[in-house]
């Protein structure tokens, strides 16, 4: 199904078979999936054999998925499905993040994942907990987000440092084009995709990784590098 969470999205147009949904990006795509979530309750109980699949737009506007990486999502999302947890594409900071929940140093990216029954079942169908503090984010000053008491100063780093990247380091591709609110936003959805790996380790759930192996982290940086020497040539 399909969650309309923007007026002028043209997949739901493209696509009319498949059930259309209207939501309120009041937290962007983690509130249009807890209305997918929640539509399917009323249809069904969810089992603790069920494996949801979620994604986004930046799935197919802003990564070049090959069949080789069709391969890998498939292969992390069956491991999904036999043990409790969630998959797809993992990244890792240096140093563990203190979240409002416990400590965090890899999670999974969620423009593309899958997230078992067991968990949601645990969670009584709330893809984040309750009880997850939010907002984070609060303002912007001096080309930094102010965060609310709760974020330890590695988590705001981090985030600091994809939202006003350094001259020559990798970051968000909108940083220059947003507003300080739509920055707010954002790194308020950062926060969200940290916290819901947290919340399914915490429930005794595990991460599996899509690029786990040495070889499809290879294969990984390398279609990355191309990807980006590509943008250069298509911006010069």
């Not at 984040?128 to 001096?142: F, G, M, N, Q, S």
């Amino acid at each position: 199904m399909i969650v309309d969470n923007s007026p002028d999205l043209a997949m739901a147009k493209a696509r009319p078979a498949l059930p259309i949904l209207k939501g309120d990006n009041s937290k962007g795509e983690f509130s249009g999936w807890q209305v997918g979530i929640d539509s399917i309750r009323t249809q069904a109980s969810i089992q603790n054999g069920d494996l949801f699949i979620f994604a986004n737009d930046t799935a197919s506007r802003l990564r070049r998925l090959t069949r080789i990486d069709d391969w890998l999502f498939q292969r992390s999302f069956r491991q999904c499905l036999r043990s409790d947890g969630i998959a797809g594409e993992v990244n890792s900071s240096l140093e563990p993040m203190v979240l409002p929940r416990g400590e965090l140093q890899s999670w999974v990216s969620t423009y593309f994942f899958a997230l078992s029954g067991k968990y949601l079942n645990a969670t009584g169908g709330q893809l984040i907990p309750a009880d997850v503090p939010y907002p984070a984010a609060l303002d912007v000053k001096d080309k930094k987000i102010v965060f609310d008491f709760f974020i330890d100063s590695t988590l705001a780093g981090h985030i600091n440092e994809w939202l006003f990247p350094r001259e020559g380091r990798k970051g968000w591709y909108k940083t220059h084009s947003s507003s300080a609110q739509q920055l707010v936003f954002k790194a308020n959805m950062i926060y969200l995709e940290k916290s819901l790996s947290l919340a399914v380790c915490n429930q005794g759930g595990k991460i599996h990784p899509t690029y786990g192996h040495k070889l499809a982290m290879r294969y990984k940086r390398k279609m990355e590098r191309a990807y980006e020497r590509e943008k250069r040539k298509s911006h010069s």
